[in-house]
């Protein structure tokens, strides 16, 4: 195999749209259902959390993570999740992954997508983990290539451009995703998508900044009101074919497979996000009635911190809840249990957690 480094051509490439027609309208229709959606929900940061969790841990379990959505929760309760140091340093790659796509949506209310906001996003993504080594929130500085681990060059299954070629290829790829001249944004955002992996601009990270742009994307456009669909869990799912149909665009400039492949990613995406994002308003506003007997007017307050977090601990609803009474937190408690809300799941005295079970099935 070649150890000749790839330098992907420039944007926009010459794509016949003629037999993408069917899968670009069923996109375009599904993520028009999906936004009718959250344009109607009074308070879509209620999804948030949730959904943002789910997806930074599939998006890093492309990447090899091992830690599962109990453990991020389990972790943000305050509980020990593992004897496997590993497996805390998965959780601590997730939250990143969340918290750098938060700062991601707020930055772009000042800026669009381009290579400042992609820097930033790296920095949060390597913040005390690991590949906090790999010259975080900058520009690789040197040739690197992709294949197995202590295989030489020769045997890479990529090699991306040479660090010379970074700057030309980034400022046109960021002039390509803010044009307003691509014919349908949602092969832009996949032209965009690939050109992005195949550019491979920072040491580690690339593939978990790549995904994370897709709804950012979808956001800065106004494709959709709130950047709620995640398309990892199609990519995880079907990850062989998704590497293959990269490659192949390399090899072949098979645009089209690739392109088929990333719409069909967004219409499955969208029908399982409305399903889903359906199911949390109703337990949401199902739980809100059943509530309203408690009195407390703390009840509510700590409602929507399970929502958000649906494994807790009594210290973790003290840090987050308004109320600092330890009677009051043990009250709510009580009662959560005893109209079913919440379950405690570790059978100890002290320390105990309890978990919210109903979401965590949703969002299974």
């Known amino acids: 195999m070649s150890n000749i480094p ?39 940061g209620l999804l948030t959390t949730p959904l943002l969790t789910k997806e930074a841990v599939l998006s890093s379990r492309i990447e090899g993570t091992q830690a599962t959505l109990e453990d991020v929760f389990k972790y943000e309760a305050e509980e020990k999740i593992s004897e496997k140091e590993e497996i805390e340093k998965d959780v601590r790659e997730i939250i990143n992954y969340r918290e750098a796509m938060s700062m991601a949506i707020d930055e772009l209310k000042n800026r669009p997508i381009g290579e400042n906001l992609i820097k930033k996003i790296h920095f949060y ?47 046109n790829w960021e002039s ?4 307003e001249q691509e014919k349908d944004p949602l092969i832009q955002m996949g032209i965009a998508h690939y050109q992005f992996e195949a550019i491979h601009p920072f040491m580690d990270g690339n593939g978990r900044i790549g995904r994370l742009l897709v709804p950012l994307f979808l956001y800065q456009r106004k494709l959709l009101s709130y950047p709620l669909l995640y398309i990892s869990e199609f990519f995880e799912k079907n990850r062989k074919d998704y590497y293959d149909l990269l490659n192949r665009v390399s090899k072949e400039e098979n645009w089209e497979d690739w392109i088929r492949f990333f719409l069909t990613a967004l219409t499955d995406q969208s029908l399982k996000t409305q399903v889903t994002v359906i199911e949390i308003i109703a337990l949401y506003n199902n739980l809100k009635k059943k509530i309203a007997a408690i009195n407390s007017v703390y009840a509510i307050n700590l409602l929507d911190l399970i929502f958000a977090n649906p494994i807790v601990s009594f210290v973790s609803i003290k840090k987050r809840l308004k109320s600092r009474s330890y009677q009051t937190i043990y009250n709510l408690l009580t009662k959560f249990i005893k109209i079913g809300i919440l379950k405690e799941v570790s059978g100890r005295k002290r320390n105990r957690i309890y978990i919210f079970q109903q979401l965590m099935d949703i969002l299974k």
């Open 125 to 171: 993504l390597l913040d005390s983990v690991r590949g906090v080594n790999k010259d975080r929130g900058n520009l690789r500085r040197m040739q690197v290539y992709i294949g197995a681990p202590g295989t030489p060059i020769e045997e890479a299954t990529y090699i991306p451009p040479p660090i010379t070629e970074l700057p030309p290829l980034l400022s």
């Open 6 to 44: 790839f330098i992907p051509p420039k944007l926009p490439p010459k794509v016949d749209y003629t037999n993408l027609i069917k899968e670009i309208g069923w996109a375009h229709n599904n993520l028009g259902k999906l936004n009718g959606l959250l344009i109607n929900i009074p308070n879509p």
């Open 176 to 179: 390509y995703i803010n044009s």
